[in-house]
C-alpha cells in the first residue's frame, strides 16, 4: 500500500483510524523522510553542487503520501499548507496541491447507512435519484450527484469519526509542522488551538448549514457571485444537501483559455465577496482553495463552501487593517504602537529588536496591502508576487523569526487574503481594489 | 393467538426486566396468557426463541438490503459491506437484548449455538455474494483457499458483533469504520494480488525454466 503512488489509488482501501495507526503512519513518514537525507548525502558525496529540491520533493512526496492516506484532518492541514505557497519551498507545494482535488471516495453502502442514521431513510428514498458514487471528493466529506422534484442537487457526506480524530491528528501532524516551518513545538500551540477550533467547526454540518444560508443572504447583492440554495430540512449533523452548481473549478476554467474580461470579472467577484465580507460583516469565508469555487457557464463565480469561517475581533480588525492604509504606516509611533497590539513587537523587546521588527514589518505590511493603496491592481505581474514570496522565504531564515510572533488570528486572515491573491495571480486578473474598502483609524 | 413475533417479544421483554430466562416455559405462558401446548407450537425450548430471534435478525436485514435500488449494482464488496451496516443498524434497536444474549454465551473458539441458524444463513448469504464475485473476476479464485472466504467474512463478522458491544461512540460511528476497514481489508485480500502473480510466476519457472532437472526432480 504504502509503495503506490500517489493519484493513482482511485479507492481507499483502509483508512487508519485508531491513533496508534496514525502514529504508525506518521512514523513511517519519519523514517522515510530520515531515508531521504541519507540518500541526499550520500549523492553529496559524489556531487558536491547538487542542490535541495530533489531532497525536498523527495521528503514532500512521502509526507503527502502519508497526510492523503490519513484523510480527514491531517489532509486538510495539508491543503492550509499548500495555501501557503510562501512559506513553503515549491516542491512541497506541489505535492500538497494534489490534495486538494484527489482523495479516495468511500464504499457505497456506508453512504447508505449515513442516511439510515439520520433521515431512517435510504437515499433512494430521500431522492427521485441518488448518485451513489460519490463526484468530489472534499477533505473531510464527498459530494454526491441527487435530484429531487426536477432538481439537480448536490449532497455532502462527511465521513464518520471525523471529528474525534482531529485533536490527536493534530498532534501527529505537529512535529512535521515545526521541521517545515522551522519554529519550536511549544510555540506552535497557540495556533494549532486556533487551527483546531476551525477545523472542529467544520466537522458541524449543522452549523455550515446555517452559515451557508446566512452568508449566502447577505452577500447576496454582490456583482456575478452567485450561491447555491441550501435545503436544512435534508441535511444532518453530518448530510448537507443544496443545489448543484453547474460550472468548472479553476484549473478547468483557465484551461478554456478565457478572455481578458472574463478573467477579470470574475477576478472582481472574487475581490469583492472576501472584501465585502472582511470589512462590512468582519467574518471570513477563510478557506480560498480553488476546489471550493465553481465559475458558471454565465461567467459568474459560484461559491459552494462555507465550513471555515473566521470571525475578526475589532481589537484585530481595527490595528490590521488601519496599517493598510498608507497614512498610519507613514507614522512610526502610531505603527509602532499598532504592532504592540497585534503581539508582533513584544513587551520585553530591545529598542534595538524592535528597530529590526518594525522593519521587517513594516516592509510585510507594505507589500500586503500594496493591492489596497491604488485603485486598480495588476493581480498579473509577477514581479508582486516574487517580491511577496522572496520575503517569505527572507523571513523563514532569519532566527529572529522562529519565535512565534503575532496574534492567532494571523493565520486564518493570511491564509484568506493570501490565497486570495494566489488566486487572482493565477487568473491574471486586474481588479477594481476600491469597491469595498478597510475601515481604519489613523491613532492609538 | 401467540404469534413468532409476540412470543419473541414476550421474551425478550422476560429477560430484560428480570435479567434472566423465565424459570419455566409454564410461567411464561401463563404470564402472557397462552397455553404451553401454544408456546411448543412454535418454539420447543427458550433457546430456540433465542436463537430464532438473532435469525430473525439476519433474514431482515437480507430483506432489507436487497429491497434498495442499489442493491443490483453493487459489488461483492459492497453487498457485503451493505450487510453489516445494515445489520448493525438493525439490531441498535434491540441492543440490550444482544448485549444480554452475548454476555451469556460462554467464551470459546467455537460458534456459540446460539448463533447457529444465523452463521447458516450468514454463510449462505456469504457463499452467495462470493461466487458473485468470483464469476465476475471481482475476486481471485484460488484453488482450497476461495472456498474458505466466508469464513474469514464470519471471523469478521464475530470481531465485529463484539466491537459493537463495547463500543461506547455517540450513534455507534466507530462500529461503522470498523466495518469500514474491516470489510475492505478482508476483500483486498480476496481480490487479486501480488502473491497470485508471484505463484503464476513461480509456476512458470518450474515448468519452463529447467528449474525441474538443475534441482533434480
Not at chain 1, 477533505?139 to 449532497?155: F, T, W
Not at chain 1, 467577484?269 to 471550493?292: I, K, M, S
Not at chain 1, 512565534?404 to 486586474?430: D, P, S
Request: hydrophobic share 35%; charged share 25%; with cysteine.
Amino acid at each position: 500500500m504504502a509503495d503506490e503512488t500517489p493519484g493513482a489509488t482511485p479507492e481507499q482501501n483502509s483508512i487508519p483510524t485508531t491513533k496508534v495507526q496514525r502514529s504508525a503512519k506518521f512514523v513511517k513518514t519519519g523514517i522515510k523522510i530520515g531515508g531521504n537525507y541519507i540518500k541526499h548525502y550520500s549523492k553529496k558525496l559524489f556531487n558536491p553542487d547538487l542542490d535541495k529540491s530533489e531532497l525536498n520533493e523527495d521528503n514532500a512526496a512521502d509526507i503527502y503520501q502519508s497526510l492523503s492516506e490519513l484523510k480527514g484532518s491531517a489532509l486538510k492541514v495539508a491543503q492550509m499548507l499548500s495555501m501557503d505557497k510562501n512559506l513553503l519551498p515549491q516542491a512541497y507545494v506541489d505535492k500538497f496541491t494534489q490534495s486538494q482535488y484527489n482523495a479516495p471516495p468511500l464504499s457505497g453502502p456506508l453512504i447508505v447507512q449515513t442516511f439510515r442514521k439520520y433521515f431512517g431513510k435510504n437515499p433512494d428514498q430521500i431522492f427521485d435519484k441518488f448518485n451513489i458514487r460519490s463526484t468530489n471528493a472534499a477533505s473531510i466529506g464527498q459530494v454526491h450527484q441527487a435530484e429531487l422534484n426536477g432538481k439537480k442537487l448536490a449532497v455532502k457526506i462527511q465521513y464518520p469519526g471525523v471529528g474525534d480524530s482531529i485533536s490527536s491528528d493534530l498532534k501527529l501532524v505537529k512535529p512535521f509542522a515545526f521541521r517545515m516551518l522551522g519554529m519550536s513545538e511549544k510555540e506552535l500551540d497557540v495556533y494549532m488551538k486556533e487551527v483546531e477550533e476551525r477545523l472542529l467547526e467544520e466537522t458541524d454540518y449543522e452549523l455550515e448549514v446555517r452559515r451557508s444560508v446566512e452568508f449566502s443572504n447577505a452577500c447576496a447583492n454582490l456583482d456575478n457571485v452567485v450561491f447555491p440554495n441550501y435545503y436544512p430540512e435534508l441535511s444532518s449533523k453530518r448530510i448537507i444537501t443544496m443545489d448543484w452548481l453547474e460550472g468548472k473549478h479553476l484549473k478547468e476554467f483557465l484551461a478554456t483559455k478565457p478572455s481578458q474580461q472574463l478573467r477579470d470579472q470574475i477576478g472582481q467577484a472574487l475581490w469583492d465577496f472576501y472584501n465585502f465580507q472582511q470589512h462590512e460583516l468582519r467574518a471570513v469565508h477563510a478557506d480560498p482553495h480553488p476546489g471550493n469555487f465553481m465559475i458558471t457557464p454565465e461567467g459568474k463565480l459560484g461559491v459552494i463552501d462555507f465550513g471555515c469561517i473566521k470571525e475578526m475581533p475589532e481589537d484585530f480588525y481595527y490595528p490590521f487593517f488601519s496599517l493598510t492604509s498608507t497614512n498610519l504606516l507613514d507614522n512610526k509611533e502610531e505603527t509602532i504602537k499598532a504592532f504592540r497590539q497585534l503581539d508582533m513587537i513584544h513587551r520585553d523587546d530591545t529598542p534595538a529588536q524592535i528597530e529590526f521588527y518594525y522593519t521587517q514589518y513594516k516592509e510585510m505590511i507594505s507589500l500586503f496591502a500594496l493591492p489596497y493603496i491604488t485603485d486598480t491592481f495588476d493581480f498579473s505581474q509577477t514581479a508582486f508576487f516574487d517580491q511577496l514570496y522572496g520575503f517569505g522565504e527572507r523571513i523563514s531564515k532569519m532566527p529572529e523569526f522562529k519565535q512565534a510572533r503575532g496574534v492567532k488570528h494571523f493565520i486564518y486572515v493570511n491564509r484568506t487574503n493570501f490565497g486570495l491573491y494566489n488566486i487572482l495571480h493565477e487568473l491574471k486578473a486586474k481588479v477594481k481594489t476600491d469597491t469595498f474598502k478597510p475601515h481604519v483609524v489613523l491613532e492609538y | 393467538m401467540a404469534t413468532i413475533e409476540s412470543i419473541q417479544n414476550a421474551y425478550i421483554d422476560y429477560v430484560l426486566t428480570e435479567g434472566e430466562q423465565p424459570k419455566s416455559v409454564y410461567i411464561f405462558a401463563k404470564q402472557n396468557e397462552m397455553s404451553e401446548a401454544e408456546f411448543y407450537q412454535f418454539y420447543g425450548s427458550f433457546e430456540a426463541v433465542e436463537l430464532g430471534i438473532w435469525a430473525g435478525f439476519a433474514n431482515k436485514t437480507l430483506a432489507e438490503i436487497r429491497a434498495q435500488e442499489v442493491w443490483e449494482g453493487y459489488t461483492s464488496r459492497e453487498k457485503a459491506l451493505s450487510f453489516f451496516y445494515g445489520f448493525f443498524e438493525l439490531i441498535k434497536s434491540s441492543r440490550s437484548f444482544a448485549v444480554y444474549s452475548i454476555k451469556k454465551q460462554p467464551k470459546g473458539f467455537t460458534t456459540p449455538k446460539v448463533f447457529t441458524p444465523l452463521k447458516d444463513i450468514f454463510e449462505g448469504f456469504a457463499d452467495e455474494i462470493m461466487k458473485e464475485g468470483i464469476e465476475s473476476t471481482e475476486l481471485s479464485d484460488r484453488k482450497y483457499f476461495s472456498k474458505k472466504y466466508k469464513d474469514a467474512l464470519w471471523v469478521q463478522f464475530v470481531f465485529i458483533l463484539n466491537f459493537w458491544i463495547n463500543d461506547n461512540s455517540a450513534g455507534f460511528e466507530k462500529t461503522d469504520e470498523a466495518i469500514e476497514k474491516g470489510i475492505n481489508v478482508t476483500f483486498d485480500l480476496f481480490q487479486r494480488s501480488p502473491i497470485d502473480n508471484l505463484f503464476e510466476y513461480g509456476k512458470f519457472l518450474v515448468q519452463n525454466g529447467g528449474i525441474k532437472d538443475k534441482m533434480g526432480f
